[in-house]
């Protein structure tokens, strides 16, 4: 959704597919169906068997791009793999209290593809910060919402509980997966929470 808003094409990367079994890799391709099915690309690879990294270098060389998730997804990790670099770009485990990775690259880094394209790779990050975005932007940032945004019985509706709401018939329809409306609702209410905070604190001030 960030990518929508900035106007930059998204790739999904799932890593570490090696960790999977038959049981968790069906899981994980239902839920990566939901992306595909709304025109995402979704690249399943593992840096440590090297499985999917064709498709990836195809998809990097000739561009510019940034390596961007959550510290520990191994980010680092497909770089080195990559670019078989022979000094190895520092990595590490994922914390075994948080479940989260350790910050291994703390200052953002430029690397060139020898078949033309550069990769930036991004200190890991834990969440996204869009409280500075409008709804409307939100809304927008979602592209399965693109065919039913104006259809709605009411101008102003908020694509919540509505009557003649477009959107969350298409949901009910199956037309629009629940998660991802759950999803944009729960980020709805997470950006009214930071900006009630800082209206607080500015106040405070």
């Given at each position: ?43 399943m ?9 064709k ?33 190895e770009?520092?990595?590490n485990?994922?914390?075994?209290n ?7 690259t ?20 834990r ?52 998660t991802r ?25």
């Amino acid at each position: 959704m960030a990518c929508e808003t900035l106007q930059i094409e998204p790739i999904i990367v799932l890593n570490k597919i090696d960790l999977l079994d038959d049981e968790g890799m069906e899981f994980v391709n239902e839920q990566m169906d939901i992306y595909r099915n709304i025109g995402y690309r979704v690249l399943m690879v593992s840096s440590h068997t090297q499985d999917g990294l064709k498709p990836l270098e195809e998809a990097l060389t000739g561009r510019i791009s940034i390596f961007a998730g959550q510290s520990g997804v191994g980010k680092s990790s497909l770089l080195n793999a990559l670019l078989g670099l022979q000094k190895e770009i520092l990595t590490n485990d994922v914390s075994d209290n948080s479940g989260l990775g350790q910050h291994t690259t703390t200052a953002a880094r430029l690397y060139h593809f020898p078949h033309g394209g550069d990769v930036i790779d991004s200190p890991g990050v834990r969440e996204f910060g869009l409280w500075h975005l409008e709804p409307e932007q939100i809304t927008q940032g979602f592209v399965e919402f693109h065919d039913y945004l104006g259809l709605c019985k009411y101008r102003d509706c908020k694509h919540d509980t509505d009557p003649g709401c477009a959107i969350r018939e298409a949901v009910e329809e199956g037309k629009i997966a629940e998660t991802r409306f759950e999803n944009y609702h729960r980020i709805l209410e997470s950006m009214a929470q930071v900006k009630t905070r800082k209206n607080f604190s500015d106040t405070d001030d």
